[in-house]
């Protein structure tokens, strides 16, 4: 007999609720349709996770996962969208307000994060053998508030009232040494389906559980906070990601998460290695490979290593081979410091065999390059140890067999600078795969009128999982139905955003406004800072002449500050008071807006992008590794404004610089404008910048008296000895941001050409599909194939 969704969403609801589905919450009928989707997929999972382990396979070791809510991805994936309509519907309750109970899987922060999951949804859609790993965090990231303006942090318990998708398996759990302390790592697994697929992925989550939960003798002892001390520190290794490491505890704290969620992964991957293939562990990188997505993963490396001997009896250079064959390292930045280093003293507390491990991996890398003739200054500023410091990205160049970028520029810029000396002497493990998003989310997913209008114009939904289909509707961009169509469905897009926005902050955006949006991590070189000033030198120029702006213009923001990052938290207050500012003042409200979209992460990303006009990519020059936002919104029609930076080069390469807006100083030019790049100069040379940085302390603008603008404007004018005055050159590139972001706007005033630019944005966007990244990298890296389960 066929499965009927209605009858198993009463079912599983009534054991959720413990009463009759038409009484249950959102919330509980949502717990009872997540249960039914598990239960519709175990078999398949169970059988996919045995045939991937039969073969070769890829291990995706990641500090964050930014998944996003998993239920309409898994409807949709699954083809059970409208059975699901149906079922909630037969108990009194509209499909959307289920799946807006859903909390966001709190797992991951930015792009990083969110590059994994798209990853790991296009693996499964292409039935490749590849498990992610990471860690089950409690409370994530941070909830983000604002107050006066001000970031405020909170806990995101996501998990508190239960998450069906993600598994407990305690019988595979694992135990994880320090010299301090000895945990269980506890594995939950969560199902990661395809597009049009049985075969069912894993993203395997660790958790941290002491050995003893609690201490009897202690409490019977009344010693009440001992009897809990044990657990509490152990939680602690998965409770937060990226504790705040500005105090050498913190630092301390984020080594052992690193260290557990990586060693409890191996010691998986050898059992199972030995449980299906063969008892000796040398053949252990034929069957099994290894990406590091960044350095947080490396000390998976001396890892390795230490069970390899340890454990297995291998010896040093038998261990050495086989984890110079099994792993590849991701790099995903530009800046040099920003490549994790430990100190040394943290190893000496935490893990003494791991550091014993890791000063033989220095000298024996000092001593083959010196055999091999290379200067003695280049060694030793290549080695993983120097100065008290432990170098986790040397670490990753040296044992990795492949190093790989993640967009073209950034790729050249890691061979010509950050990782130049590596590139000197191993050319050949460098390559690039430039990132990409899964379209399923990012397109059909959070667009479905515009998807619709693909698969009709296609004549199937193929699309979907091949994006280079839609490259031969490029000529559709003179059709004016097609156009009519296209400025319909933004406008549609617009009035949810504006919907949903009400309903999050009690916030009315302008209607029928050009919507300009910057959506990413918080940080001074993406320049949130550049676009703030444009915003309030706009308001000046409007208060002067309200005729400048004719299409009423919203400006959305959505960013979060690592907590201890004081210098960002200024941006979101400087962003926010300008925001205050222009929806105080009557005569430039209609026109202008400023909206600061609070504890920004996937679901409101869902809204805003198929929402927006103009997609803010404007880091300086050779700063941004590639970005992933840019895709999502040239996938749903907003037209890039950007620096010739990550993967903007190459979104121009495929949509020409007609259907782009680019500005800004190249990377290649940076070097001799900085040479005598006065920015008093500037500040006095541009027609109305003195006045919008004046107004950082000048009383026009509110920081509660912290000097937090006055240090902003500070930075952008003085040096403060170690680095120059606006590093990130905000004020260099104002004056041609200002020109062409102005030009935008008006160009905007012409829909239909507008139309058709966003409709080529659109066609050539396959390109940065996941897929395509996902490909390379089994094809030339991973070394795997498609496996697909048997129906």
């Keep these: 007999m066929k499965p009927n969704l209605t009858t198993e969403l009463g079912a599983f609801t009534r054991s959720v609720a413990g009463r009759n589905p038409g009484s249950a919450t959102p919330m509980e009928m949502w717990t009872g349709l997540s249960d039914a989707v598990v239960a519709r997929i175990a078999d398949k999972w169970e059988e996919t996770t045995k045939l991937y382990q039969q073969g070769r396979q890829q291990h995706y070791f990641s500090a964050e996962f930014l998944m996003g809510r998993a239920m309409l991805n898994n409807l949709t994936n699954l083809g059970l969208l409208e059975d699901a309509r149906a079922a909630t519907d037969a108990f009194g309750m509209n499909l959307v307000d289920v799946l807006e109970s ?14 994994a999951a798209c990853f790991l949804d296009s693996c499964a859609t292409m039935n490749l053998p590849v498990f992610g790993y990471g860690i089950l965090y409690r409370y994530g990231l941070f909830k983000q508030s604002f107050e006066g303006g001000f970031q405020r942090e909170h806990p995101d318990p996501w998990m508190e009232e239960g998450y069906p998708f993600v598994i407990r398996r305690e019988e595979e759990s694992r135990i994880v040494s320090f010299a301090d302390m000895t945990v269980h790592a506890i594995p939950y697994d969560m199902p990661i389906t ?91 990188a034929k069957y099994n490979c290894i990406q590091l997505n960044d350095t947080h993963p490396v000390l998976a490396i001396p890892e390795l290593m230490r069970l390899l001997m340890d454990v297995h009896g291998l010896g040093w250079d038998e261990a050495w081979k086989v984890v110079s064959e099994t792993f590849a390292y991701t790099n995903h930045t530009v800046l040099a410091e920003a490549l994790e280093t430990w100190e040394y003293s943290i190893f000496q507390r935490l893990f003494p065999r791991i550091l014993e491990i890791v000063a033989e991996i220095d000298r024996r890398f000092r001593l083959e390059l010196c055999e091999a003739g290379w200067d003695q200054g280049k060694i030793d500023y290549m080695a993983p140890i120097q100065n008290g410091s432990i170098h986790m990205a040397w670490i990753a160049c040296y044992a990795a067999f492949s190093i790989n970028g993640v967009a073209a520029l950034h790729t050249e810029i890691i061979k010509s600078d950050t990782l130049h000396d590596w590139h000197d002497i191993w050319p050949e493990k460098f390559n690039n795969k430039t990132n990409g998003v899964t379209p399923r989310r990012w397109l059909n997913q959070i667009n479905p009128r515009l998807a619709a209008l693909l698969t009709k114009l296609c004549g199937s939904d193929a699309w979907v999982t091949n994006m280079d289909l839609l490259r031969p509707l490029a000529s559709a961009g003179d059709n004016p139905e097609v156009l009519q169509e296209l400025i319909a469905i933004k406008q549609e897009n617009k009035e949810r955003f504006a919907t949903w926005l009400k309903g999050r902050t009690d916030l009315e955006i302008i209607p029928g406004a050009m919507v300009d949006v910057q959506i990413k991590r918080l940080h001074e070189y993406k320049r949130q800072l550049l676009n703030a000033l444009y915003i309030l030198d706009l308001y000046f120029r409007v208060k002067a002449d309200p005729s400048i702006v004719q299409t009423p213009r919203v400006f959305v923001f959505g960013a979060k500050a690592a907590p201890g990052y004081f210098r960002a938290k200024a941006i979101i207050k400087f962003i926010n008071e300008v925001a205050r500012l222009i929806s105080e003042d009557d005569a430039v409200n209609d026109k202008l807006q400023v909206v600061f979209v609070p504890n920004y992460n996937v679901s409101p990303a869902e809204y805003i992008i198929p929402a927006a006009d103009i997609s803010e990519q404007i880091s300086v020059a050779g700063k941004e590794a590639s970005g992933t936002s840019n895709m999502k919104f040239m996938m749903n029609g907003a037209l890039t404004l950007g620096t010739m930076d990550g993967a903007n080069v190459e979104i121009v390469d495929a949509v020409g610089t007609d259907n782009a807006y680019i500005f800004g100083a190249r990377v290649e030019e940076l ?107 089994a094809q030339e890296v991973w070394k795997i194939a498609p496996q697909k389960i048997t129906k």
């Design 102 to 115: 859903e909390p966001d899987a709190s797992l991951g922060n930015g792009g990083l994060g969110r590059l």
């Design 194 to 284: 395809g597009y049009g697929t049985d075969n069912v992925g894993t993203l395997r989550l660790w958790r941290a559980e002491p050995m003893e939960d609690f201490d009897y003798d202690a409490f019977n002892s009344q010693r009440f906070s001992e009897a809990t001390l044990e657990r509490e520190r152990v939680s602690d290794l998965s409770r937060v990601l990226y504790p705040n490491d500005t105090t050498f505890e913190g630092k301390v704290l984020r080594v052992r998460q690193q260290y557990f969620f990586v060693s409890a992964s191996l010691q998986m991957m050898i059992d199972t290695f030995l449980s299906q293939h063969s008892d000796d562990v040398r053949d252990f």
């Design 671 to 777: 070097p001799e404008l900085r040479r005598n790049y006065d920015p008093y100069q500037v500040m006095t040379d541009v027609p109305g910048l003195k006045r919008a940085l004046d107004a950082l302390v000048d009383g026009t603008l509110d920081d509660a008296y912290t000097g937090m603008f006055h240090d902003l404007r500070h930075s952008l004018l003085e040096s403060p000895g170690y680095e120059p005055a606006d590093v990130y050159y905000v004020l260099g590139d104002f004056a041609d941001y200002r020109k062409v972001r102005d030009q935008m706007a008006k160009d905007y005033e012409d829909q239909m050409a507008w139309a058709s630019k966003a409709w080529q944005n659109i066609c050539y966007s396959g390109r940065f599909s996941s897929d395509r990244t996902i490909n390379d990298y």
